[in-house]
C-alpha cells in the first residue's frame, strides 16, 4: 500500500457515485461489516495528511465515515483498498469498496 495521495483517492472514489458498491470495513474496535451493498451517492475525502477521513454517502439516507486512513492501493479487480496504520505500523482501521462482493 502507498501513502495517501489525495487526489489519486478523490478520483477512485468517484468512480463509485451512481454505482452499487459493497463495502468491507473494519476498526480496531470490533467494529465489522463486510459485503454491505449499497448505491453510493456521494463520496468525499478530507484531510491535509499524514491521516484523512472518507465519508460515503449511499441510497441518499446514510453515511459511512472512516477516519485515521492512511495508506491505500487499488487493486487488480479494481476495488479501493484504504487502511490506517498507526505509527508502530499496526492497522488500526481499514475501508474496501468494490462493485463486486468480497471474498468470504
Given amino acids: ?11 477512485a472514489l468517484q468512480a463509485f457515485v451512481g454505482a452499487d458498491a459493497y463495502f468491507h470495513s473494519e476498526a480496531t474496535s470490533y467494529v465489522f461489516v463486510r459485503n454491505f451493498k449499497v448505491k453510493v451517492t456521494h463520496a468525499y475525502i478530507a484531510g491535509d495528511g499524514p491521516t484523512y477521513r472518507v465519508a460515503l454517502r449511499f441510497d441518499g439516507h446514510g453515511w ?31 475501508l474496501h469498496v468494490g462493485k463486486e462482493p468480497f471474498p468470504e
Fill in 1 to 11: 500500500m502507498d501513502k495517501i495521495v489525495k487526489t489519486e483517492v478523490t478520483a
Fill in 64 to 94: 459511512l465515515r472512516m477516519e485515521a486512513l492512511t495508506h491505500f492501493e487499488m487493486d487488480k479487480e479494481g476495488r479501493l483498498l484504504l487502511a490506517g496504520f498507526d505509527d508502530k505500523g499496526r492497522m488500526n482501521v481499514a
